[in-house]
């Protein structure tokens, strides 16, 4: 079992320890590291967390959780040595993502509380206990890492010593540039739209409706509708400016804000709770079609595009891109298409939006497209493309001319690793360990737990 994985399935166990200590319950003690307990309830808890999560558990859990813990006790007790401190904010809005998230999947914050046998509240701060531990243990990990240097001759080493049947398999890639144009927006289509949405409004304001019935029934954000428009806490920065400029005015939780635009639509937004620097609020989405008009119109404007590319050779696809595209992400890069997954130029199928895949499974490269209709995902509407595909790379095994990048990072990853291991086995030889009788019978992971006399 990989030693990221035992953190990750651990990681929670900590916030136990507390909640025994402030009831004052006298537990049974299974292990003691260093100075620290670590209580059976805790390794009760671990092994409910992941039973609840389905992380499997090879071996048995009564021996592997304690271990996942102690290994936790160890990185944590190093991170007080190092003074690593935790970014509160981060946490906090880390805990935010991972409360709407359950609330999202679970229907409610009733249903959260039910499915954990917990309050809410009560919920978040063990969410807390474990981001601020991952955190600090990764901190740990990367300080411990952090001055390794790595040379070409060390990658080509490392790759002439694997064995064959360890060099990976790397599928077909490509590589691909892209022109975008957004399909103007009917002046009226808008106009309905704004209409729509200040007949919700007034409608709240009077007391007629409910905001988040009226989300329920007509906002178009399919993520937060089902919750009545609730998009949970967020900070300011996960908010795009436009939302969070008028959500974090907002003062009076009956009234509904003025409508805004931002790059998904046009909204209206209520306050439901401030908390420090962070902001819960429902909202109404409306997004504005596309008329078959104006995509058609944006088709020829693109076909004319290509053909003074292709045939008239007036201006370079990378000229175009710059100039004419209306893609944010790609056309102050000549259009250059980047893997968010990997931060290279290089796609798989699978890794391209659906429609380019299709279009450039057909090309060659150095070609042009024809002008195609794609789903822009960011805001759920359509638009027109054209692609140029700048290379294609066959499925092969990796090798040291097409794949460095890939090899590096087999490299640096096994490398930083076996710092790592080499520091745990060392840090466990040179701490006090105690395992009580009835959880010392196990096959650890690790050497040198139980201490010889």
Request: glycine share 4%; net charge negative; hydrophobic share 35%.
């Amino acid at each position: 079992m990989k030693l990221k994985t035992i953190l990750a399935s651990a990681a929670c166990a900590t916030a136990i320890v507390a909640m025994a200590q402030n009831n004052n319950i006298i537990e049974e003690v299974a292990w003691i590291i260093g100075d620290e307990p670590i209580y059976k309830s805790e390794i009760e808890q671990a092994y409910q967390d992941a039973q609840q999560d389905r992380v499997p558990i090879v071996g048995d859990p009564y021996c592997v959780l304690p271990e996942q813990i102690a290994i936790e006790r160890l990185f944590l007790h190093q991170a007080d040595l190092d003074t690593v401190e935790v970014q509160e904010a981060m946490v906090q809005q880390n805990v935010d993502g991972q409360m709407n998230y359950l609330i999202t999947n679970l229907g409610s914050r009733e249903k959260v509380e039910q499915y954990f046998n917990k309050p809410f509240n009560e919920i978040r701060d063990y969410y807390a206990t474990s981001m601020r531990n991952r955190y600090r243990i990764g901190q740990v990990r990367q300080g411990l890492t952090k001055n390794m240097k790595v040379t070409p001759a060390d990658v080509r080493r490392y790759f002439t010593e694997l064995p064959d049947d360890s060099i990976p398999f790397v599928p077909l890639q490509v590589e691909t540039q892209i022109i975008t144009v957004n399909p103007a927006i009917p002046r009226q289509e808008i106009d309905d739209i704004k209409a729509r949405l200040r007949d919700y409004s007034d409608r709240v304001n009077r007391g007629e409706s409910d905001f988040s019935t009226l989300a329920i029934l007509y906002s178009e954000d399919a993520g937060s509708s089902v919750r009545g428009g609730e998009i949970g806490f967020m900070g300011r920065a996960q908010l795009v400016p436009e939302y969070a400029a008028v959500a974090f005015n907002l003062n009076d939780t009956k009234k509904v804000s003025k409508i805004v635009e931002t790059e998904y639509g046009f909204h209206i937004i209520q306050l439901i709770e401030k908390r420090g620097d962070r902001i819960n609020t429902r909202h109404i989405l409306l997004k504005p079609k596309v008329a078959d008009k104006d995509l058609t119109d944006a088709i020829h404007r693109l076909d004319s595009v290509r053909t003074d590319i292709v045939d008239n050779h007036k201006f370079s696809f990378e000229e175009a891109a710059r100039y004419i595209s209306q893609d944010k992400d790609t056309r102050n890069s000549n259009g250059v298409m980047v893997n968010s997954q990997t931060g290279t130029t290089r796609f798989e199928m699978s890794q391209l939006p659906q429609e380019v895949a299709r279009v450039v499974g057909q090309m060659e490269p150095g070609q042009v497209s024809e002008p195609f209709i794609m789903r822009d995902p960011t805001r759920d509407r359509e638009i027109v493309a054209i692609v140029k595909l700048t290379n294609r790379i066959d499925a092969h095994r990796a090798n040291l001319s097409d794949d460095y990048q890939q090899i590096k990072d087999m490299y640096e990853n096994s490398a930083k690793e076996k710092m790592v291991q080499d520091w745990l086995k060392n840090k466990i030889r040179d701490t006090y360990v105690r395992i009580e009788d009835g959880w010392r019978g196990c096959d650890f992971q690790y050497d040198g737990w139980i201490k010889s006399k």
